[in-house]
């Protein structure tokens, strides 16, 4: 036994030359395990994250939002046929009286020309009567029977816009065109036929929204 063996020591701690026996700290398993564990469980963690994310962008199961669409839209009602276009007397078809109720003379003598050159059948061409001489503020004020309103007026208004609508006791279908103190000219041909045809075009079928 070497001077150097402690009491009591032999085997392989027997110190029998110049260099000692290494001594090595016994591993920690649990530590090794619990640190495979955790591991896995941040893969895992991360993994479902990243199926959280794909959902949110892509809307989640497109199969399953189409079937949710599919019942949640009514079942498609027959299309209704597109209303019929509006029917509307003809320019030759209305007899017009046009009276100035401005101070500016000779304004219903051209306004009668111009709705005679447009096709209109002219009547009556003068003066307003005085409940309207000068109490005209707007363009013009179109004057008929009750009748007027869903014809007459509408064609005489696709050539001079702003116009007012009255009604009166007049059994007659001819309607009177006073001229007010903002009016100026009448809308140019191309416009007043423009106007004329958004009014008799059939109405569009709403579309299903499903």
Same mark, same amino acid.
């Given at each position: 036994?070497?001077? /150097?063996?402690?009491?009591?020591?032999?085997?392989?701690?027997?110190?029998? $030359?110049?260099?000692?026996?290494?001594?090595?700290?016994?591993?920690?398993?649990?530590?090794?395990?619990?640190?495979?564990? %955790?591991?896995?469980?941040?893969? #895992? /963690?991360?993994?479902? =994250?990243?199926?959280?994310?794909?959902?949110?962008?892509?809307? =989640?199961?497109? %199969? !399953?939002?189409?079937?949710?669409?599919?019942?949640?839209?009514?079942?498609?009602?027959?299309?209704? &046929?597109?209303? !019929?276009?509006?029917?509307?007397?003809? &320019?030759? $078809?209305?007899?017009?009286?046009?009276?100035?109720?401005?101070?500016? %003379?000779?304004? +219903?003598?051209?306004?009668? *020309?111009?709705?005679?050159?447009? #096709?209109?059948?002219?009547?009556?061409?003068?003066?307003?009567?005085? +409940?309207?001489?000068?109490?005209?503020?707007?363009?013009?004020?179109? /004057? $008929? !029977? &009750?009748?007027?309103?869903? =014809? %007459?007026?509408?064609?005489?208004?696709?050539?001079?816009?702003?116009?007012?609508?009255?009604?009166? +006791?007049?059994?007659?279908?001819?309607?009177?065109?006073?001229?007010? *103190?903002?009016?100026?000219?009448?809308?140019?041909?191309?416009? +007043?036929?423009?106007?004329?045809?958004?009014?008799?075009?059939?109405?569009?079928?709403?579309?299903?929204?499903?």
């Amino acid at each position: 036994m070497s001077m /150097l063996t402690p009491p009591g020591m032999g085997g392989k701690y027997r110190i029998t $030359g110049d260099r000692y026996p290494r001594m090595r700290r016994p591993r920690n398993r649990r530590r090794i395990v619990l640190a495979g564990v %955790s591991g896995v469980v941040a893969l #895992g /963690l991360a993994g479902w =994250g990243t199926l959280q994310l794909i959902d949110v962008f892509t809307g =989640g199961d497109t %199969s !399953a939002n189409a079937a949710d669409h599919k019942r949640d839209c009514p079942t498609p009602k027959p299309s209704a &046929p597109a209303k !019929a276009a509006k029917v509307l007397p003809k &320019p030759a $078809g209305i007899k017009v009286n046009v009276y100035n109720a401005t101070t500016r %003379s000779g304004l +219903a003598k051209a306004a009668a *020309a111009e709705l005679k050159k447009r #096709g209109f059948l002219v009547g009556d061409v003068g003066n307003a009567p005085e +409940a309207y001489d000068k109490k005209v503020p707007g363009p013009a004020l179109l /004057l $008929g !029977a &009750p009748t007027a309103t869903n =014809g %007459s007026f509408t064609v005489l208004g696709t050539q001079l816009p702003g116009t007012v609508q009255k009604t009166d +006791a007049r059994t007659t279908a001819e309607i009177d065109l006073i001229l007010g *103190a903002k009016f100026r000219a009448f809308s140019t041909p191309r416009a +007043a036929a423009a106007a004329m045809a958004a009014l008799t075009k059939p109405a569009p079928v709403p579309s299903s929204s499903c």
